[in-house]
């Protein structure tokens, strides 16, 4: 086994610096993290309170633990706050304090005639808010809520479409402050639905749920051609399920995936290329996906269960495409796996570890046949996780085990409380302008009847806008502004939002800022650049994926069973074949001549239609036949030259 480079703790500190603190300051900062927890769990599944109250002490909580643990610029010290932390702090908790102290009478005046205090605070509010952005998750985010909030007052000055009258200060500001804007529906699926399942997925961490997974993923692939690469795509889609994060997932398993990709001979901009497509293929895998796929199901109005149960066949084509271009890749190039002495015990490894798994079928279970709601199904698997944990002396988690899951769920809770109240301002603008209809309006005018023409364009915004912005607040953008459209040209909404969802997660590969590949850059010490454009190309097929849900919902598990299943069959051999049109490479190396019959058989498979399924698989058929003939030939020249 080669020797790892970075730990993950190592590579999360390079990639995102945090303090680290000692001694009581370590300690007050655990205890605050804690009480977060147990205050979201309280009210959670004991005592309910206003979505409002619960919203603003989720955000009140993330941004003291925010600028406790995140330094606001390079030279800040990485030991403990200073004076500036201190004071935002404290501005966070004056506008909860305001909130609670005069609930009654801000519920009355918000967005309609607020006094000269409501501004104020609405103001600090959100100042705080994007300072606590910018530490999280860096500028971008930061500069898009800028530009929103200019279009407020600017509108009587731009022309066209962007027109309208203008809003005063006081009425921007206070009707972000309140559940039209910083404290809405986002704000609201981060302190609910995606903090249950962070902290699900903190419990599976801290039993070794996802050491078992790695080495699952070792043990069934690392032998194979190419094994390492394989192993991350095992490793990365099951991982997801705990995670739902890219950069998390890169974190987590590419410091071991990366340096054992580059061992067997894959190059440094491959290896690292793999590990981003992987991982950020774990946002769109169920049963835990990202926190935008929660945005999702509460925007649309349907139950979780039923944004997973759709995703689950594009997320699983998702891979197979990954995997596809990884094996071509591994064969052209006569890449071997790793030795299998050297590999655990695929035996070994299940038995000491069955049990860990659980925790996600109690979850699945309490969705599926107890019908209960996320949130209570994710305080299930989290008492299952423990008690899981107890069933092998090995794996037994102790109380400072459980005090480090309830502290890490609260501080992974961070950024994404950060991105959903940001996002939140944004809708907020759009909604007070009148801008989601405007964009949808363009959207149909520009693309007529075209359907086809309106998803590029849909595709090309939310890549750029998921460009440095985290998944949720590309995917919440676009969902206020293109999703209407996509609804009135035909498209169910469940389709339409997950379309729009999927390109938001791609954004995570797609250069020119491509986060996923950045991180998996950084560990493989490749050109971050090179990495990202290697990812776009082994990912082409995935950006398929999106399309061939909306044009067969079948795909999304909508119609009759056997409709569902010859989808799949042919969507997934048009993923096969695309592939080999990427890669120039089947049984043996594919010309031009074959790489374009095996595109366009591609796309005849993937479009659904008895005729295009029947153009498909004779074009298919052809390629395949003439590759046996070609390998054939080569063996018997192999043959005779010896």
């Given at each position: 086994?080669?020797?790892?480079?970075l730990?993950?703790e190592?590579?999360?500190?390079?990639?995102?610096?945090k303090?680290t603190f000692t001694?009581?300051?370590a300690t007050?900062v655990?205890?605050?993290a804690v009480a977060?927890?147990?205050?979201q769990?309280?009210v959670l599944i004991?005592?309910p309170?206003?979505p409002?109250?619960?919203?603003?002490?989720?955000?009140?909580?993330?941004?003291?633990?925010?600028f406790?643990i995140?330094?606001?610029?390079k030279q800040a010290?990485?030991?403990?706050?200073?004076w500036i932390d201190?004071?935002?702090?404290v501005?966070?908790?004056?506008?909860?304090?305001?909130?609670i102290?005069?609930?009654?009478?801000?519920?009355?005046?918000?967005?309609?005639d607020p006094?000269?205090?409501?501004v104020?605070?609405a103001?600090l509010?959100?100042l705080?808010?994007l300072?606590l952005?910018?530490?999280?998750?860096?500028?971008t985010l930061?500069?898009f809520?800028?530009?929103f909030?200019?279009y407020?007052f600017a509108?009587?000055?731009?022309p066209g479409?962007?027109?309208?009258?203008g809003?005063s200060?006081?009425?921007?500001?206070?009707?972000?402050?309140s559940p039209?804007?910083?404290y809405?529906i986002?704000l609201?699926?981060s302190?609910?639905?995606v903090?249950?399942?962070?902290l699900?997925?903190?419990?599976l961490?801290?039993?070794?749920?996802?050491?078992?997974?790695i080495?699952?993923?070792w043990s069934?692939a690392?032998w194979?051609?190419?094994g390492p690469?394989k192993?991350?795509?095992?490793?990365?889609?099951?991982?997801g399920?705990i995670?739902?994060?890219?950069?998390?997932?890169v974190?987590?398993?590419g410091w071991?995936?990366i340096?054992?990709?580059k061992?067997?001979g894959?190059?440094a901009?491959?290896a690292?290329a793999?590990?981003a497509l992987t991982?950020?293929?774990?946002?769109i895998?169920?049963?835990?996906?990202?926190?935008?796929?929660?945005?999702l199901?509460?925007?649309?109005?349907?139950?979780?269960?039923?944004?997973?149960?759709a995703?689950?066949?594009p997320a699983?084509?998702?891979?197979?495409?990954?995997?596809?271009?990884i094996d071509?890749?591994?064969?052209?190039?006569?890449l071997?796996g790793l030795p299998?002495?050297?590999?655990p015990?695929l035996?070994k490894?299940?038995?000491?570890?069955w049990?860990?798994f659980l925790?996600?079928?109690?979850?699945l279970?309490?969705l599926i046949?107890?019908?209960v709601?996320p949130?209570?199904?994710?305080f299930?698997?989290?008492i299952?996780?423990?008690?899981a944990s107890?069933?092998r002396?090995?794996?037994?988690?102790?109380l400072?085990?459980?005090?480090?899951a309830?502290?890490?769920?609260?501080?992974?809770?961070?950024?994404?409380?950060?991105?959903?109240?940001a996002?939140g301002?944004?809708?907020?603008i759009i909604?007070?302008?009148?801008?989601g209809?405007?964009f949808a309006?363009?959207l149909l005018t520009?693309a007529g009847?075209?359907?086809?023409f309106?998803?590029?364009?849909?595709?090309?915004?939310a890549?750029?806008?998921?460009?440095?912005?985290?998944?949720t607040?590309?995917?919440a953008?676009?969902a206020?502004t293109l999703a209407?459209g996509l609804?009135?040209l035909?498209i169910?909404?469940?389709?339409a939002?997950?379309?729009?969802?999927?390109f938001?997660v791609?954004s995570?590969?797609?250069?020119?800022?491509a986060?996923a590949?950045y991180a998996?850059?950084?560990i493989?010490?490749s050109?971050?650049?090179?990495?990202g454009?290697?990812a776009?190309?082994?990912g082409?097929?995935a950006?398929?994926v999106p399309?061939?849900f909306?044009?067969?919902?079948?795909?999304?598990?909508q119609?009759?069973w056997?409709d569902?299943?010859?989808?799949?069959?042919t969507?997934?051999?048009?993923?096969v074949?695309?592939s080999?049109?990427?890669?120039?490479?089947?049984?043996t190396?594919?010309g031009?001549?074959?790489?374009i019959a095996s595109g366009?058989?591609?796309l005849?498979l993937?479009d659904?239609?008895?005729?295009?399924?029947?153009?498909?698989?004779?074009l298919?058929g052809?390629?395949?036949?003439s590759q046996?003939?070609?390998?054939?030939?080569?063996?018997?020249?192999?043959a005779?030259?010896t």
């Amino acid at each position: 086994m080669p020797v790892k480079e970075l730990t993950p703790e190592e590579l999360e500190q390079q990639l995102a610096p945090k303090r680290t603190f000692t001694g009581k300051l370590a300690t007050i900062v655990s205890i605050v993290a804690v009480a977060m927890t147990f205050f979201q769990l309280y009210v959670l599944i004991i005592q309910p309170i206003d979505p409002w109250i619960l919203r603003s002490a989720h955000l009140t909580f993330a941004a003291i633990l925010g600028f406790a643990i995140i330094p606001g610029w390079k030279q800040a010290s990485r030991a403990k706050p200073n004076w500036i932390d201190y004071a935002l702090m404290v501005v966070a908790l004056i506008v909860m304090g305001y909130l609670i102290w005069d609930f009654d009478g801000i519920l009355g005046r918000a967005g309609v005639d607020p006094t000269t205090f409501d501004v104020v605070v609405a103001i600090l509010s959100i100042l705080f808010l994007l300072e606590l952005t910018r530490r999280a998750t860096g500028l971008t985010l930061v500069i898009f809520v800028a530009i929103f909030f200019v279009y407020a007052f600017a509108g009587p000055f731009l022309p066209g479409i962007l027109n309208h009258k203008g809003y005063s200060l006081q009425r921007t500001v206070s009707f972000l402050y309140s559940p039209d804007g910083i404290y809405g529906i986002p704000l609201g699926v981060s302190s609910t639905f995606v903090y249950m399942f962070v902290l699900f997925g903190a419990f599976l961490q801290v039993t070794g749920t996802g050491k078992v997974i790695i080495d699952l993923a070792w043990s069934v692939a690392g032998w194979a051609r190419g094994g390492p690469a394989k192993m991350s795509v095992i490793s990365s889609s099951l991982f997801g399920t705990i995670s739902g994060s890219a950069v998390a997932n890169v974190v987590v398993d590419g410091w071991l995936n990366i340096p054992m990709m580059k061992s067997v001979g894959y190059s440094a901009k491959f290896a690292g290329a793999v590990e981003a497509l992987t991982s950020t293929g774990g946002q769109i895998m169920p049963p835990v996906m990202g926190a935008g796929a929660f945005l999702l199901a509460d925007i649309v109005g349907v139950p979780y269960l039923e944004v997973a149960y759709a995703a689950a066949i594009p997320a699983l084509l998702y891979y197979v495409s990954c995997y596809c271009m990884i094996d071509l890749e591994a064969l052209k190039n006569n890449l071997k796996g790793l030795p299998k002495e050297t590999l655990p015990n695929l035996k070994k490894v299940f038995t000491g570890g069955w049990h860990l798994f659980l925790p996600i079928i109690i979850l699945l279970g309490s969705l599926i046949w107890l019908e209960v709601s996320p949130i209570r199904a994710g305080f299930y698997g989290s008492i299952a996780a423990i008690v899981a944990s107890w069933l092998r002396r090995h794996t037994r988690i102790n109380l400072k085990q459980v005090w480090d899951a309830l502290d890490q769920a609260a501080r992974g809770s961070v950024e994404i409380a950060a991105t959903c109240g940001a996002a939140g301002i944004i809708i907020g603008i759009i909604s007070l302008t009148g801008l989601g209809n405007k964009f949808a309006n363009m959207l149909l005018t520009y693309a007529g009847d075209n359907l086809f023409f309106a998803l590029v364009l849909t595709m090309i915004v939310a890549l750029v806008l998921g460009m440095g912005v985290p998944t949720t607040a590309a995917y919440a953008i676009c969902a206020a502004t293109l999703a209407p459209g996509l609804v009135k040209l035909g498209i169910n909404p469940l389709g339409a939002h997950l379309f729009i969802f999927y390109f938001a997660v791609l954004s995570c590969i797609t250069p020119p800022v491509a986060v996923a590949a950045y991180a998996a850059a950084a560990i493989a010490k490749s050109s971050a650049w090179e990495t990202g454009w290697t990812a776009t190309r082994l990912g082409v097929a995935a950006f398929i994926v999106p399309y061939m849900f909306v044009f067969g919902p079948q795909l999304l598990g909508q119609g009759v069973w056997y409709d569902v299943v010859w989808a799949i069959i042919t969507a997934t051999s048009g993923i096969v074949m695309l592939s080999v049109a990427v890669q120039g490479w089947f049984f043996t190396k594919v010309g031009w001549l074959g790489r374009i019959a095996s595109g366009a058989g591609a796309l005849l498979l993937i479009d659904p239609g008895l005729e295009t399924d029947i153009a498909g698989a004779i074009l298919v058929g052809g390629v395949i036949v003439s590759q046996w003939l070609a390998r054939k030939k080569n063996k018997l020249a192999a043959a005779k030259t010896t």
